[in-house]
DNA sequence: GTCTATATTTGGATAGAC
DNA sequence: GTCTATCCAAATATAGAC
């Protein structure tokens, strides 16, 4: 019998193709759009006919749940590995990535945050991915003691309106990047300092 | 010489035309996503054939124009025209109206306040009314002694990324605009309550 | 695995008769 | 103003030869 070779070569060749036709994918949709990802003009690109993209991936969907799994998978990698001691300062460091990742690649936060794609949605196994990310931000934010769902809640409120300011009314510039850590000071005082949440009493400042 | 008419039928019934056409296209985007809209589906709604529509819209984007108008136009009408007088509850019935009137469509809020639709862009002349609304709230918050731009940033921030995360992870529901008067009060004071920010200092809590 | 050829659908838009 | 007829382009996808 013929032993089994260590390294599958063909599997590794078919792996680098697919990688090449999703990076062509993501130059596309960063140029001209997500909505306008064309399989002609991707299989051009990448120097093969239409037809030959079907034997990388089933569906022009399929690419777009590739692209999405990578987008997440890109996500959760590039997170800053430590946070500040302090609360707040972890907070702005938290805010600034989500923010600085989002505005890095529109296209991107439109297929992963934003649901415009007519008749795609992420596949079961790419969404438990996406989860993670949230669960892990829970998880920090619960390690500085902001617990309460609502908390949470407003956080991806403040960071995703930031970012959709950004990119919607000041691509490219720095308009509302430059108040996330004012946000993020504003977010820590009031998620902190609840004494009138608990007492339910309207404010009386 | 005959006199000249005073009601110009043929021009209400070619305005009647463009609204019902109008009608039909808020429907289809509604029902099928904005991006999709199609004018041959257009046309079947309205009992016409596909061409017919070119009487009455130039084109197909011509035709997002007028929806863009339109969303912007209701947008103005449909403010509240009286607002509390304490500045945070003002800002709550502000907040609430914003979010209230995007999640009620969400097809119209991609339309008027992302920009999705490739190679769409409003007219001049439409953009012009859309920043009468921005001016208006600008001058609605400055009422409440609230001037600086980064704060008119930080609001529109806040109310859009509840809208975002309202329409994109709970349509239908509740659960972003439920802390909709927490994230005003927590404006309210921190934009209120600057001493900190005026000194530049870092906040030592 | 890649190609050619083709199917099929759909889209927006125009020409010209009535 | 509306229609028929048509154009043209682009899209995704499949069949089958090599």
């Known amino acids: 019998m013929l032993g089994e070779p260590i390294r599958d070569r063909r599997a590794e060749r078919r792996e680098a193709t697919r990688a090449e036709i999703l990076d062509a994918a993501w130059e596309?949709?960063?140029?001209s759009g997500l909505a306008a990802l064309s399989l002609r003009d991707l299989a051009r690109t990448v120097g093969m006919q239409p037809p030959s993209l079907y034997s990388y991936f089933d569906s022009k969907n399929a690419i777009?749940?590739?692209?999405?799994?990578?987008?997440?998978?890109?996500?959760?990698?590039?997170?800053p590995a430590a946070l500040p001691?302090?609360?707040v300062e972890a907070l702005k460091v938290m805010a600034h990535y989500f923010v600085g990742f989002c505005t890095a690649d529109p296209a991107r936060y439109q297929l992963l945050f934003q649901r415009t794609i007519p008749g795609f949605e992420p596949s079961a196994e790419s969404y438990e991915t996406s989860k993670q990310g949230l669960a892990r931000t829970a998880g920090l934010l619960a390690g500085f003691g902001i617990t309460e769902?609502?908390?949470?809640d407003l956080y991806t409120?403040?960071?995703?309106?930031l970012t959709d300011q950004q990119i919607s009314n000041d691509p490219g510039g720095r308009r509302w990047i430059g108040i996330v850590d004012d946000a993020m000071?504003?977010?820590y005082e009031h998620t902190t300092d609840k004494t009138s949440t608990r007492t339910k009493g309207r404010r009386t400042k």
């Open 185 to 187: 000071e504003m977010f």
């Open 85 to 87: 001691e302090r609360a």
């Open 28 to 31: 596309q949709v960063r140029e």
């Open 149 to 152: 769902p609502r908390s949470l």
């Open 64 to 79: 777009y749940d590739a692209m999405y799994a990578q987008g997440v998978q890109a996500f959760i990698d590039d997170q």
């Open 157 to 161: 409120a403040l960071v995703t309106g």
